[in-house]
């Protein structure tokens, strides 16, 4: 398990992460997202023991991470920047990591190797920026971490290797308890692949929830009632049940964000009765957008 | 937790020979550049007497180019082993390596020092056989003196006193390392580090030779100091690293090492790719290079001696605040990786620099501790030594004892030497404010071919006769380091008759200790190639 505390972290005069929370349940796939520059590389650099921070605790599994190579034998790091393996063939990374880590696996690296298709024998600088990646997340697995830490892992991969590297997350995650935490951009295979999500933005955690829960919890709806419309005191006599966050109109038609789960939802139809009552989940994608973007030019994105 | 230090050695391990594997082709490079410099043109050498003179100079530290090899190759280990904290993505992937900092920083350490001597080892061992058999086979070959043993011994002694160049030279160049955040600052920091110290002594011993009475000019002793401030130059100039000297140099080195790992153990990886990691590093190289540069340019365009008058002052402090600005542009400029320097930060750090370039400037340029006019008390000296540089300085009976020192011990001795110095500063001030006074005349000449003749030549006639010969004093005081003048005479000067009157100069050149009563049979006093004196001591018993 991942716990951080009142984490913060500043770069010169610049606050990278500010009294920064947060969880990461052990075997759960935790998606961090965020704008760019919104503290997330940073996080996680603070996560690998690769930084140190200014305040605040890091502890895995009760541990603190800074300076601790026994939870780093534990950890497994992919910075965006792939600079460190780029000199190296993948049979040399792979016969130094097997001499660092005592629970390299040869048989998963040859395995995720084959699978990629890639050569063992050519240097990582001579690959596609792609393949690095694949290459580096073999390397990365074949160190049986119990905590795999990825920095926008997917990015730049085709949908076959992206879905092949979701499936190694995934039973990792099953047969191992294996907690990932991955920052990307791309919400959609998150929303498919994570178990909870972090919101980041400018240094702080804005929304953490698991990703059931914060379905269920924004929802888009649209309603509309039989007959001539009511006054603006008697709609928000009505709508003062709902938890709305915008609100928007389209003729006959209100057009709703509201911070409700859907049992609050179906009691308020039950008693108000709209014609029209057309409730739907937010995707990832709608929530990163609505929690970032605010109600101006972006939220229009999401209800249109 | 005893699994865990239980298993950092062999992982440590992993990262030097993961070193060892990927650099050892530099190494072997080196290797290859020695051999070619050494044991190669040795062998090419048609005379196998000069080939093995190679040799024999080569590991007597007689040759210059090896210590040149010596910090090249420290360098190049320093900057490929430490390169990983110069770029993000590697220092990234190598701090999330399960090891401590301390545990990083040994084993890149280790390594990088292995690489660096490995060349060298393998030299010795190519140079042994030649060493051997130049010795069996070549009857004129002086070595031929020497046992195995003793030849084994010299190689040792040479592979010593290059691994502590080498390990003095490397832990500069990490500390350069781990203070710099890009590779070409690594570089340019790792020879600054190196060659700061006794360049700017060099240049210090310019400025105070120039501007203070009396500063020692005599190159041997500058030169001597200059050779222990690194031992890549003590090699140079003694040709021989002693115990004393190799265990200061080892003592320095751990103090650099350890001093480079605590700046590691605290360093903000977050800083890599920028010009320095540390904000105070940063601060310091500016006003050291900044330094340098104004003294550099004070040199190369004017600097003015106590004989070019009072009017080439005003040129040499504008000259010099020009070479402080330049350079603090260009190294500001380089620090923060733009052309966009002008702030009020940079204003601020520029205005911290005045004040250390005024204070170098007061310090070299003006005499505000009395340095010129302090002659010390004979009853403070316990000892002082004169001697001339130049010329053999009153060594009436033999010619051939060139640069002979006098010694004097005695109370009332040291009190005609400390006269003697007093009167010389007199007499140099009065020279050189003489000096002054004709440059400052010439240069109100307008027309430059119509110089008074005389004028010039009653000034060179000063001239020379003040250059003529230069009087050390070396006082031995109190201070552990005692204190030292140097001062222009006259030769024909009859206040040297102080010296002369002393009892220990009368003991030790009188004729009787110099040749021995015995052996003399007359004496004859000549002037102008007529005698005026001459006795027989057989004759007279009250001869001496």
């Known amino acids: 398990m991942i716990v951080i505390n009142g984490l913060t972290k500043t770069f010169d005069d610049v606050i990278a992460l500010e009294n920064f929370n947060m969880t990461v349940k052990k075997g759960s796939i935790y998606g961090l997202i965020g704008t760019n520059g919104a503290g997330k590389t940073t996080l996680l650099k603070l996560l690998s023991g690769v930084l140190k921070a200014d305040s605040g605790t890091i502890r895995i599994d009760d541990e603190v991470v800074y300076e601790n190579p026994a939870i780093k034998e534990r950890l497994s790091f992919i910075p965006d920047d792939l600079q460190f393996f780029a000199v190296y063939t993948l049979n040399e990374i792979s016969k130094y990591f097997a001499r660092i880590y005592d629970k390299w696996n040869d048989a998963l690296f040859d395995e995720i190797i084959a699978e990629f298709h890639l050569d063992k024998k050519k240097k990582l600088s001579r690959f596609s920026k792609g393949m690095q990646k694949q290459a580096v997340f073999a390397v990365s697995l074949a160190t049986s971490p119990d905590f795999l830490i990825l920095d926008e892992p997917i990015d730049g991969l085709d949908p076959l290797v992206r879905k092949t590297v979701w499936s190694y997350i995934i039973s990792a995650s099953a047969e191992r308890q294996m907690t990932t935490l991955i920052s990307s951009h791309n919400l959609r295979e998150m929303e498919g692949i994570c178990d909870a999500v972090g919101i980041i933005d400018k240094g702080e955690m804005i929304l953490e929830k698991e990703l059931d829960e914060l379905r269920g919890d924004i929802h888009k709806l649209q309603l509309s009632f039989e007959g001539a419309p009511a006054t603006d005191s008697q709609l928000e006599s009505i709508y003062r049940h709902l938890h709305v966050v915008h609100r928007d109109k389209r003729g006959a038609v209100d057009i709703f964000i509201v911070r409700n789960n859907r049992e609050t939802l179906d009691e308020w139809k039950n008693l108000y009765h709209p014609i029209l009552f057309d409730p739907i989940p937010l995707t990832l994608e709608e929530v990163f957008i609505y929690e970032l973007g605010g109600t101006n030019h972006a939220i229009n994105s999401i209800i249109s | ?544």
């Open chain 2, 1 to 544: 937790m005893q699994s865990i230090v239980s298993s950092a050695k062999p992982k440590m391990n992993a990262i030097i020979k993961e070193n060892l594997h990927r650099f050892w082709p530099i190494a072997f490079v080196y290797f290859l550049i020695l051999f070619m410099v050494t044991v190669f043109i040795a062998i090419l050498d048609t005379s196998e007497a000069n080939g093995f003179d190679i040799i024999w100079n080569t590991i007597n530290n007689g040759r210059l180019v090896i210590p040149v090899i010596t910090s090249a190759a420290s360098l190049t280990f320093a900057v490929c082993i430490f390169g990983f904290l110069h770029n993000t993505g590697q220092a990234s992937v190598t701090h999330a390596l399960p090891f401590s900092r301390k545990a990083l920083f040994s084993a890149h350490f280790i390594s990088g020092f292995i690489l660096s001597i490995a060349p060298f080892i393998l030299l010795a061992f190519s140079m042994l056989p030649f060493c051997f058999g130049a010795n069996a086979h070549n009857p004129d070959a002086y070595l031929r003196v020497l046992t195995p043993s003793q030849i084994l011994a010299t190689l040792g002694m040479w592979l010593l006193s290059n691994g502590i160049i080498i390990l003095c030279t490397y832990a500069l160049c990490v500390f350069a390392g781990i203070i710099t955040g890009t590779v070409i600052m690594h570089i340019l920091v790792a020879g600054l580090l190196n060659l700061f110290i006794p360049f700017f002594y060099k240049l210090i011993t310019i400025y105070l030779s120039s501007f203070l009475l009396g500063y020692p000019t005599n190159t041997s002793s500058i030169n001597t100091i200059l050779s222990y401030m690194h031992p890549a130059l003590y090699n140079i100039f003694h040709h021989r690293l002693g115990i004393l000297a190799a265990i200061v140099y080892i003592g320095i080195s751990a103090i650099i090492i350890l001093f480079a790992l605590i700046l590691y153990r605290v360093l903000k990886l977050e800083r890599a790719g920028d010009s320095t990691t540390f904000h105070v590093a940063e601060k310091i190289l500016t006003y050291i290079v900044t330094l340098l540069g104004m003294a550099a340019f004070g040199l190369a365009f004017t600097i003015p001696t106590p004989f070019t008058g009072n009017g080439a002052m005003p040129p040499f402090y504008i000259i010099s605040a020009i070479g402080a600005i330049i350079t603090f542009i260009i190294v500001q400029m380089i620090m923060k990786k733009t052309p966009k320097i002008f702030n009020q930060a940079t204003c601020k750090t520029f205005g911290i620099y005045v004040i250390v370039g005024i204070l170098f400037l007061v310090c070299t340029t003006s005499d505000i501790t009395g340095y010129s006019n302090r002659v010390p008390s004979p009853n403070h000296v316990k000892s002082v030594i004169i001697n001339s540089d130049i010329y053999p300085f009153m060594i009436p009976y033999n010619q051939e004892m060139y640069g002979e020192q006098l010694k004097f011990t005695k109370k009332d001795d040291i009190a005609n030497v400390t006269n003697l110095h007093r009167h010389l500063i007199t007499a140099n001030k009065e020279a050189i404010q003489d000096m002054q006074n004709a440059a400052d005349n010439l240069n109100t000449i307008e027309d430059p071919y119509d110089i008074p003749k005389e004028g010039i030549d009653e000034n060179l006639t000063l001239y020379n006769t003040i250059i003529s010969s230069q009087l050390n004093f070396h006082y031995k005081t109190g201070s552990p380091f005692g204190m030292q003048r140097n001062y222009q005479y006259e030769s024909a000067d009859p206040i040297l008759k102080l010296l002369a009157d002393t009892d220990e100069f009368k003991k030790t050149y009188r004729l009787a200790n110099t040749v021995g009563y015995d052996k003399i049979d007359s004496v004859t006093a000549l002037h102008a190639n007529t005698i005026f004196y001459s006795v027989n001591p057989n004759d007279d018993p009250g001869i001496e």
